[in-house]
Structures are given as C-alpha cells and as structure tokens.
C-alpha cells in the first residue's frame, strides 16, 4: 500500500498506480493553470518603474481563492505593508512553485495504463513532498476540506456528488503522508 | 494542522511539557516575530519536518511548536529583526504555510 519507500543507497523509491498517475497529472495541470499568469508583465508595474527591478508577477491574491491561500498576507494588520512584500517576494515564489509542479509533471508518463516508477534523492523527495503539499492546499481549499474531512468522507457513498473530490484529496494525502514517513526515517 | 491517522500524541516524549521554552525576554530587543497559523490542510508531519528544515530546529522543538499550533491556533516560531522574520515568513510561504509578520 505504501507508496514511497526508502532504498538501500540511501534512494527514495515511489510507485504510483495507473490511476494516481492520472489523479496527480489532473490536479497538478490545474494548479498551474491557476499559477501561472494570463498576460505577459504589467508594462505600469509600479515597483518596476520605481525601481527599475523587473521581478515575476507576484500573483494577485484576490483572482483565485487558491491563489490567497497559497501566497497569504504576510501581514495580518498592515495591508500596505502587506502589499509591499507581496510584490517582493511572491512573485517569485509562484515561479519556483511552478517549477515544482512542472518538474513533477514531466516525471509523469503520458500513457493512461502507465504506472510511473519514480527515485528521487534527498532534494528530489524534498521537491515531492513540496508539491505535493501544495496540490493538497488547492484542491483544499477548493473544496472547503474541514478538520473533519476523514470522517466525512468515510461517510460518503460514491454516488455523492463531492465523493471523488475528497478521494483525490485523500488519496494525496496519503502519498504526502508515506513520503514524509520515509524522509523522516532518513 | 491535522494528523492523518486522527488522535494527537506518538508518544509521551512529544508533549509540549516545555512550552514555555520559547523566550520572550529577547522580544524587547528584537520585537520582530513570525507566527504560523493554524490550517486544517498541513498535515502534523509536515509542519513538524518544515520547522526542522527551514530552521534547523531539533524534532522536539519543532513538534512542541508544531502542537502549539495545533491546539492554540497559532505559535511564534521565529524572533528576530523585521528583515529576518520577512524571510523567514517567505521561506514558510514557500513550504505552504501560513505565516505572517508581526511586531510584538
């Protein structure tokens, strides 16, 4: 059942079924669709013009509710001080968030009856756990997951409609879970 | 912050008995703090792992933090200057934490 082992060289093995493949293709394609942004850069950028500095586009927190959650208000009672670092530093971390996910998408075969076979080092099981925390916090807040979702969903047959949306997220819940498991044990 | 096997502790050694360890004497000098809150998507495991990774803390400050803001709803996890706390809350961001800044 376990996903993700550790190897004797020090190695992280992970197996995903058929079926995860084609969950994880799915949300991670979503994920960067909403990460990535519509139009080339704001010409008007104001830090830019101030400052000559051309940083990527910090994402717009309030287009996606995804978005909001995944970049938050660095501070709670100071909006323009909030906006200032939002500017600054996320922007780029979209960018690396991106790039995750597109490292994780290319590891993915394309084929539906494939099951992918993944070794990942220290940094590349790093990576995974990464991204897959953040498909778990965009599918999360999509779906309004509450503490209690294990309990719901085990209440749910799979003709409810919302079943298969909390089964995906479980389902990388526990991938996340065995990785974490493994690079703890490391 | 939530454990996907549900029920909190893994053993007696991970209760927060030391939750007073976090030192506010230094908040004077340094008013800068950076707090996590709480989420009901980040697993316990996880936040345990970033708090280890992000500042070398040993696993049983960075499990009396993480319970701290299981059950509190928040924890100070970092103090320093309003520079460093930015980078820190930018370094929790990108693990997919909710950070954020604040002046004590």
């Known amino acids: 059942m376990r996903n993700f082992r550790r190897t004797g060289s020090g190695l ?12 994880l293709r799915t949300v991670i394609d979503e994920v960067l669709e909403i990460l990535t942004p519509d139009a080339a850069p704001d010409e008007t950028d104001p830090l830019a013009a101030m400052t000559g ?45 991106r790039e995750t996910l597109t490292t994780m998408r290319a590891a993915l075969p394309e084929d539906p009856e494939s099951r992918a076979e993944l070794r990942l080092d220290g940094p590349g099981a790093e990576l995974w756990m990464r991204g897959l925390n953040d498909l778990r916090l965009a599918l999360g807040t999509s779906i309004g997951i509450g503490p209690d979702w294990e309990e719901q969903l085990a209440g749910m047959s799979e003709d409810d409609p919302g079943w298969f949306a909390i089964a995906v997220y479980d389902r990388l819940t526990a991938l996340q879970s065995s990785l974490i498991d493994c690079l703890d044990r490391g | ?26 908040l004077e ?27 070398g803390y040993s696993r049983e400050k960075a499990t009396t ?39 004590d």
Do not use: C
């Open chain 1, 12 to 23: 992280i093995t992970g197996r995903l079924s058929p079926p995860e493949v084609a969950v």
């Open chain 2, 65 to 103: 933090l993480m319970l701290q803001v299981h059950h509190q709803g928040r924890a100070a996890v970092s103090t320093g200057t309003r520079e460093e706390m930015e980078r820190d809350v930018a370094r929790l961001h990108a693990a997919g934490l909710w950070a954020t800044v604040q002046q």
């Open chain 1, 53 to 97: 500095m051309h940083l990527p586009p910090a994402p717009d927190p309030s287009a996606h509710p995804v978005l909001s959650r995944l970049f938050p208000a660095a501070y709670r009672e100071d909006p323009a001080a909030a906006e200032a670092f939002r500017l600054l530093a996320h922007g780029e971390l979209a960018a690396a968030k």
């Open chain 2, 1 to 26: 912050v939530t454990d996907r096997q549900g029920g909190g502790g893994r053993g007696g050694t991970l209760v927060p008995e030391r939750a007073d360890e976090l030192d506010t004497s230094s």
């Open chain 2, 29 to 55: 000098q340094r008013p800068w703090v950076t707090i996590v809150w709480d989420d009901p998507v980040n697993l316990m495991t996880y936040v345990t792992h970033v708090f280890q990774t992000v500042f």
